[in-house]
């Protein structure tokens, strides 16, 4: 791979991930105090990127078949741009929810489309992926800590900074290596809704890593909507800066991915990752700014192995198990797995989780809440064990 592609690459990572890490932790925040949303309301809302990342394979089987992917990228980050700017104008929490899901049906493909984009311009997934892909970590980094430091956690700022990357993203995108259609032949109804991909469930080890994948991204929603909030009631302070140690720690086991395909394996790495999600819980659950600040800290410092173990191995394990003809529909629907179907079942009961554990004077039992995803991520450990048992799998990762 040229130099100068993976140069490309990594800036549209850094951009797209810049854009999202603007406003996605945030929100549950501004919602929560400049436009005083309920536990429903805010659940909700984060639901909406969820419904957006259930139609995102849709786009990916337009990418596939009709243009190139480079272009729908571009075009998708231009109309979010205006989309943000109408969105940092509403100010009633009960009509936020239509526009949070209108600008999410922009977004919400663009991540499948830089995972696919990424895939066709390099050689070896598992060695040259996490590289190009860390940028989008260091993105995420970045803008938190310039909105912590800043205080613009609870402002609507995290809307217009987002609104001026994206534009950014969509003039880069018309600029990045011609990514065309691969897929060729007559079309059907069944591709153009990603029915393609759906051959990969004659897989059984594929089967229970998409079951995996759904229900692990319940207790995920929790982390995304609602570590800011707790973190802040527990007393921590310039909450922002310091949940950023998580993406640092991100950053660092995704480096490390290489290094630990070829010593563990797809198995051991995923099972890894859900072990650590069920630690960082308890440590959110039990830890206190005042007297175990540093329970919190190791849940914050987690997201690395668990974020990177699971989610970024599970892409790789993707990519390999799809042909040419449809790793951006097999990118989307894995995407649909983890952000849509989980996170908006996630998002939802979060919400309910939440709203059930706060009482009149809107104080929340956070231990409560901390419990729920623990016990989730606990069940789907034991179904992964039990379950996914592919040799093959393995074999294909270190190849």
Not at 39 to 49: E, H, K, R, S
Not at 94 to 110: E, G, K, Q, R, V
Not at 117 to 130: C, G, L, N, Q, V
């Amino acid at each position: 791979m040229k130099s100068s592609v993976r140069i490309q690459l990594m800036l549209m990572m850094f951009l797209q991930f810049f854009t999202w890490g603007s406003w996605y932790g945030q929100m549950s925040v501004y919602l929560g105090k400049q436009l005083n949303a309920t536990g429903d309301q805010i659940g909700n809302a984060y639901t909406a990127f969820s419904i957006a990342m259930i139609i995102s394979p849709f786009i990916g089987a337009v990418a596939d078949r009709y243009f190139s992917a480079q272009k729908v990228l571009g075009v998708l980050n231009l109309i979010g741009t205006a989309l943000l700017f109408v969105l940092s104008q509403i100010n009633d929490a009960s009509n936020f929810f239509w526009f949070i899901l209108t600008y999410c049906l922009c977004f919400a493909p663009c991540i499948a489309l830089t995972t696919s984009i990424s895939m066709r311009h390099i050689a070896s997934p598992e060695k040259d992926f996490p590289t190009i892909r860390v940028m989008g970590t260091i993105a995420w980094i970045a803008v938190t800590n310039l909105i912590g430091l800043l205080d613009l956690g609870d402002k609507v700022a995290i809307f217009q900074i987002a609104m001026f990357t994206s534009a950014a993203m969509g003039l880069l995108a018309f600029t990045l290596p011609s990514t065309p259609p691969r897929a060729t032949g007559p079309v059907n109804i069944g591709q153009i809704i990603g029915a393609d991909a759906f051959t990969l469930f004659k897989d059984r080890s594929f089967v229970i890593f998409f079951i995996a994948s759904v229900a692990i991204c319940i207790p995920l929603s929790f982390y995304y909507a609602f570590a800011n909030p707790s973190l802040r009631a527990s007393g921590m302070e310039f909450v922002e800066n310091k949940m950023s140690l998580g993406q640092v720690s991100e950053v660092g086991f995704m480096l490390l991915i290489p290094l630990a395909f070829s010593r563990l394996g797809v198995k051991w790495m995923l099972a890894v990752g859900l072990i650590s999600w069920i630690v960082r819980f308890l440590c959110f659950g039990y830890g206190d700014a005042a007297t175990s600040e540093w329970m919190l800290y190791a849940a914050i410092l987690l997201h690395g192995v668990c974020f990177d173990f699971f989610f970024v191995t599970g892409q790789i394990y993707t990519d390999t198990k799809a042909g040419e003809r449809i790793k951006s529909q097999a990118q989307g629907l894995i995407t649909l797995a983890t952000y849509g179907l989980g996170m908006g079942i996630g998002s939802w009961l979060g919400g309910k989780v939440v709203a059930a554990n706060t009482n009149a004077d809107k104080i929340t039992d956070w231990l409560s809440v901390w419990m729920v995803p623990a016990g989730i991520a606990a069940g789907v450990l034991v179904l992964f064990l039990l379950f996914f048992s592919e040799k093959s799998a393995n074999k294909a990762a270190v190849a």
